[in-house]
């Protein structure tokens, strides 16, 4: 076999990089075709045709250019680094690809700076500018060789792509929703998202196990992978299997749900930076709260969170606060009430001494009334028996005897008449006084059975709105998903209406006007 004539190849004209696409294709169709009118009739072997091909690849493209492509997978071996390099259209279908090197004698200054420009690992998926040259070898076919990387382009892709994810979630409503809800009342149930055996984890466990032991709030912990590329997705699972697990177990959705990762590199935070994991955190039905250790950057998780902190620690800080301050003002309320019922105690006392009192004066009264009538007609009688024995000694001095007789009597008689009325008066006075004093016992006695401490300490409770600022006394005034405070004899407690049944001839007898 004759080896083939490449003279006129090698004595082709080299186009250089400021030369067009079209000048470029036009040169090279002039080649091909001086190139076929000289080795038309010739057979040529493979490998002489790809020498050809290495030979033409080499100096039509020997210079450098800047090329933007999509790593879709990267390895490395020996200290060198493979890519497989591609191009996507808007639909995201594959148009061009092809391999790129890395060679060991570059990839680590090429790799560091990269790594520390942008704070991540070169990695695939990653959009990136490469600065390359073609090659060709016989063997291994057509690639290219990467001599250095511009890490501000993938910055700016990573920033571009972070402000269009903000965009969409504004544009469909997630960005501000699940801070809409308001947050918990009281924080009994919290779901911890995080990594498992994290040093963040440990911080947050550390103290929210001391007040867990309290009672106070209980902790359920889900782990899931926060960095590469599977972390978005095992975060959503996560929290979607701890919410069915939670549901199943209490029948109801929990308090808070928390999502922490402490520190590490700044690369790491890019896999959080997705779209789905977001979407869902914004849809939750509780609040979201965030810790993830980083203060100067922001994840989309920051944006879309009910509330966002800085490490893991303030996050169970911010948990142990809250409680603390619904526990004073609960204590607060708690003396209100004391204080409330401590002046209706103190008033009803004092009205009490003073219906007493009034009960008294006028019991003296009349009592003082009653002796004076009793006087005046003792005196009264006296005064009559006497004219009317004068009377008769004066009128009959002949019948002495009988009149003297007769008067005794009369005089014995009203004598007695006199006692038995003295003492019918004085018997009812003090039956009246007996009496009285009764009642007023018996008042006083009602009053002091109905304080509030001793109908609290007979098993009775206080129902009264959730700002204690009115009592509840009938079916009417309440409503399901109504939250209450009952008041005990030791204490109070905080409950929500799950149904409300109304006794209609209870309400019917209630309004009728007694």
Not at 202 to 223: E, K, V
Not at 239 to 266: C, K, M, N, W
């Amino acid at each position: 076999m004759r080896k083939p004539n490449i003279s006129n190849t090698k004595q082709a004209k080299v186009l250089t990089p400021a030369k067009d696409l079209a000048t470029l294709e036009a040169e090279l169709a002039e080649q091909e075709n001086n190139l076929e009118v000289n080795l038309e009739d010739t057979v040529l072997r493979l490998s002489d045709y790809l020498s050809a091909v290495e030979m033409v690849i080499k100096q039509t493209f020997d210079h450098r250019v800047w090329v933007k492509a999509e790593i879709r997978n990267l390895s490395s071996k020996g200290g060198h680094y493979y890519f497989e390099l591609a191009e996507k259209d808007d639909d995201g279908k594959v148009v061009a690809s092809c391999r790129g090197n890395l060679w060991r004698f570059k990839a680590a200054r090429v790799l560091a700076k990269f790594e520390r420009a942008t704070g991540m690992p070169l990695e695939r998926d990653l959009t990136v500018l490469l600065k390359v040259s073609a090659g060709f070898h016989a063997q291994y076919g057509f690639s290219i060789t990467i001599e250095d990387i511009d890490p501000s382009y993938t910055l700016g892709d990573l920033a571009r792509q972070y402000a269009e994810m903000v965009d969409r979630l504004t544009g469909e409503g997630l960005l501000h929703l699940n801070q809409q809800l308001p947050a918990p009342f009281d924080i009994e149930h919290v779901l911890v998202i995080a990594p498992e055996k994290a040093a963040g984890l440990g911080d947050f466990q550390a103290d929210a196990d001391r007040l867990a032991s309290t009672g106070a709030c209980h902790f359920h912990y889900h782990n899931a992978t926060f960095q590469g590329n599977h972390a978005p997705a095992e975060i959503r699972q996560a929290i979607v299997s701890a919410q069915q697990q939670f549901y199943e177990t209490y029948q109801h959705l929990p308090d808070l749900l928390v999502i922490i990762r402490g520190g590490g590199a700044v690369g790491d935070l890019a896999y959080l930076n997705d779209y789905e994991l977001a979407a869902l955190v914004a849809e939750q039905p509780i609040p979201v709260w965030v810790g993830i250790g980083h203060e100067r950057d922001k994840v989309i998780l920051d944006e879309v969170a009910h509330t966002s902190f800085d490490t893991p620690s303030k996050v169970i800080a911010a948990i142990s606060g809250h409680l603390a301050q619904l526990i004073a003002q609960t204590l607060q309320y708690q003396a209100q009430i004391k204080q409330a019922a401590q002046r209706q105690l103190n008033t009803a006392e004092q009205q009490t001494a003073r219906q007493l009192s009034q009960i008294q004066s006028q019991t003296i009264g009349q009592l003082t009334a009653l002796q004076k009538d009793s006087d005046y007609a003792w005196h009264s009688i006296q005064q009559s028996a006497q004219r009317q024995v004068k009377q008769a000694a004066r009128l009959t001095s002949e019948h002495y005897e009988q009149t003297q007789t007769l008067a005794h009597q009369q005089l014995t008689m009203a004598s007695t008449a006199s006692k038995n009325h003295q003492t019918t008066i004085m018997h009812s006075t003090q039956q009246q006084l007996i009496q009285a004093q009764r009642d007023s016992e018996h008042l006083r006695d009602i009053v002091l059975l109905h304080r509030p401490s001793r109908v609290l300490k007979q098993g009775y409770t206080m129902l009264t709105d959730v700002k204690n600022k009115q009592t509840l006394t009938s079916s009417t005034q309440l409503y399901p998903e109504q939250t209450v405070n009952i008041i005990l004899k030791d204490g109070n407690a905080t409950a929500q209406i799950v149904n409300v049944n109304t006794d209609k001839k209870a309400t019917e007898t209630s309004d009728i006007p007694a």
